[in-house]
């Protein structure tokens, strides 16, 4: 797919910065009164679109949780503030990294409790891949993040690839599925 014609904008990772916090109930734990690692990437993957939408102004769809570290616990009463950016855009993906706090309000505490990086692909209306601006870092940690995404993204390509080479053809996990099959 050649987009090399279109002229798009470039933007700042400031324009695409977007964080949430939630109040972490019951309902989002478990059985000890911790969140729940699933409902962490629902948040997570909510506020790296939001990071995406901004920096691409269209439709996006997450291809891929590259990396998540639970680094501590979160219980209930907590307030979980995510914060994400755009680290780079490359032709119609982008990886966005989110960090993740705690404030134990009671205590007035902050702790980094989680990290991760996604890939977003921008789409049209009909699901089509569309090309997204290019990013300009501008501060020596934006420019070290953008360099470090370009890495990652060389480290997914080599393992799609090394998958595919190495899938049998009938794989049952990883076979497609034909029309009339069950």
Known sequence: MGFSGHSLPVRTIAESQ????ELILPNDTNTLGNLLGGRLMHFIDLVGA?????HSRTHVVTASMDHIDFIAPVHVGDLLILKSSVNRAFNTSMEVGVK?????????????VASA???FVAVD???RRVPVPRLEPESEEEKRRHEDAGRR?????QELQRRRESRPSDSPMMGTVRPGSK
Request: net charge positive.
């Open 153 to 157: 993204r060389e480290l997914r390509q």
């Open 18 to 21: 977007s964080e949430m916090t």
């Open 125 to 127: 209306s009909q699901g």
């Open 100 to 112: 993740i706090w705690v404030e134990n309000t009671i205590a007035g505490m902050h702790r980094h």
């Open 50 to 54: 939001m990071a995406a939408y901004r």
């Open 117 to 119: 990086y996604l890939t």
